[in-house]
């Protein structure tokens, strides 16, 4: 199965100070069993498809309950990954 590279960022944020929504996506992600990296702009992670759906999914209900006020998300799959043409039959 493929691996899916994820990247999202949190708002409101403020640098040194990221507050509670912030820490609940971030957690959303390790208790999926993914390894997020919080980055400056964005924190980044990757895992197989279910864990990808599993950790997004929490993450999203996570932070929308601890207070975000917006998520912007990002997930890709590379496309020279065998596993990309299950999908389309190909």
Known sequence: MGI??????????????????VAAAVAAFADAGLEPEV???ATTAAGDIDQAATATAAM???????????????????????AAGEADGT
Do not use: M, N, W, Y
Request: no cysteine.
């Open 39 to 41: 980055g400056p702009f």
């Open 60 to 82: 999203v209900s996570a932070a929308l309950q601890a207070g975000a006020t917006r998520i912007v998300l990002r997930l890709e799959r590379d496309p020279r990954d065998p």
């Open 4 to 21: 899916v590279h994820i990247e999202f960022f949190v708002e409101p944020f403020k640098e040194g100070a990221p507050g509670p929504h």
